[in-house]
């Protein structure tokens, strides 16, 4: 039996969509199950379109998600000439014809198709067209010949049995008049000689499977297995594009999403496995099958992909979590000072409170990482002379101790809480605004502990 190998093939014309990850990790699952091999296929022929800082941001990507391919990306320009010779074997064997219609014709027979509110396919006006009776003016692409009569069936392993009446596959160009390959040619030669055993791919593939699988017939090559994943849509039930707001990965790290959290969610987006919801990756690999994928297309929910984050912000080791929020700070926010950076080692167990991406502990963080208090607005407004004689009582009693700690402030709060004749919140908010510029935010015995008694004392002195 041989040895499984799947692959992921995304074109470098712009930012790896979510859709498009999700598909590279049901391969890579797949594959790593299987213990076969999986494969990362750059499909970079279109070279007015394709960058190279795509096809970098396609491979950083694919690595921040935890996705690793085996080998060297595979560079389909680099293999143009063998597409372009089995194309030529085609025509030899009479499995493809060169077709001389004008761009003109093809608009008219769309614009007939359109009126009749009908699908467009080539009319097939060149097929039986001897070489003798060619125009020598116009320079022809060339076509697949594809099947006239009955119906081609594809045993999927997600859609189950599929059936198409075979003369509603046009006969589809493999090459073009400037002799360049097109994708479905391409495509078939490169999971051909690369070995592929099971082509998983988006169920908008479903077309060009069966036009592929004729190319295969043609030149008698051994089929690999096909599964069509169906699409992400939107919570409207629209198709997910590009042009959707998190469409692409960076969408989600920049906000702080965690890379473990974002692969478990794609994971359950149109696959399942009994009730389990969160899967560590070793679980991911040993439950993965293709079974448990739905036939049906899955809604990307927001609220559900920061529901796993935090989750994860909750239960993976405290330096773990750390590690990644000090990464996420240098990527997007601001690099932690080396003096900070052991506040906030020591303080990550309550930043993380109620926080549901690294964001938010960037947030909770903030009045650690700054040397300078920003006050909020509207919350500085609420320092009134009453606030300010709480904050004043306060600065005097921790003036007596040494080392701050909660069961040292405690007794210090209750004292103010009945001297000022005031509740919690009265002595609480005065102390978190001028700490920390917001009346929102960690709890405030958290605060002043992680500051410590000098830079308490020195930001509290600012107010007063």
Avoid at 134 to 151: A, H, M, T
Avoid at 309 to 316: P, Q, R, S, T, V
Avoid at 444 to 458: E, N, R
Wanted: glycine content about 6%.
């Amino acid at each position: 039996m041989k040895k499984v190998a799947t692959r992921f093939a995304p074109s470098p014309t712009g930012p790896l969509h979510i859709g498009g990850v999700r598909t590279a990790l049901f391969n890579w699952l797949y594959s790593k199950n299987q213990k076969g091999n999986f494969y990362l296929r750059i499909e970079d022929t279109d070279k007015e379109r394709s960058k190279d800082d795509y096809k970098k941001q396609i491979i950083q990507s694919l690595k921040w998600i935890g996705i690793e391919h085996d080998g060297e990306e595979y560079i389909q320009s680099k293999n143009i000439d063998n597409h372009i010779a089995v194309a030529n074997e085609l025509l030899k064997k009479g499995h493809a014809y060169r077709c001389y219609c004008t761009p003109e014709e093809i608009e008219e027979q769309k614009k007939r198709a359109k009126q009749k509110k009908i699908p467009y396919t080539y009319g097939r006006k060149c097929r039986e067209i001897g070489e003798t009776n060619s125009p020598k003016d116009i320079k022809p692409v060339l076509r697949f010949k594809s099947k006239i009569e009955g119906s081609s069936i594809l045993k999927d392993l997600v859609q189950g049995e599929v059936e198409i009446e075979n003369i509603t596959i046009e006969d589809f160009v493999i090459l073009r008049k400037d002799s360049t390959p097109t994708y479905n040619l391409s495509a078939t030669v490169d999971d051909h000689q690369m070995n592929m055993t099971h082509i998983i791919r988006g169920d908008d593939h479903k077309i060009n499977t069966f036009k592929q699988i004729q190319i295969y017939e043609a030149m008698k090559w051994e089929l690999p297995s096909f599964a069509h994943i169906p699409l992400i849509h939107t919570m409207e039930g629209k198709k997910l594009s590009k042009r959707d707001n998190a469409s692409t990965l960076d969408d989600y790290s920049k906000i702080g999403i965690m890379p473990d959290a974002l692969r478990n969610y794609l994971l359950r987006l149109g696959w399942s496995y009994k009730e389990k919801e969160i899967f560590t990756l070793d679980e991911s690999i040993d439950l993965f099958n293709l079974e448990g994928i739905g036939k049906s297309p899955s809604k990307l929910d927001m609220s559900r992909i920061l529901s796993i984050n935090e989750h994860y912000i909750k239960n993976i080791e405290e330096s773990d979590l750390f590690n990644q929020f000090i990464e996420y700070c240098k990527l997007f926010k601001n690099e932690v000072s080396s003096s900070k950076k052991d506040k906030i080692k020591k303080s990550i167990n309550f930043l993380k409170n109620k926080a549901k991406t690294l964001e938010d502990i960037f947030n909770n963080g903030q009045y650690i990482i700054m040397d300078e208090v920003t006050y909020n607005k509207e919350d500085i407004k609420l320092i009134d002379v009453k606030a300010k004689k709480v904050i004043s009582d306060f600065m005097k009693q921790i003036e007596k101790v040494d080392k701050l700690s909660k069961e040292i402030l405690e007794p210090f709060v209750n004292e103010l809480i009945k001297s000022n004749n005031t509740n919690f919140k009265g002595v609480g908010q005065p102390l978190r605004i001028a700490l920390t510029g917001s009346k929102f935010g960690p709890g405030i015995y958290d605060i002043i502990v992680s500051l410590g008694k000098d830079q308490t004392l020195k930001r509290l002195n600012k107010i007063s």
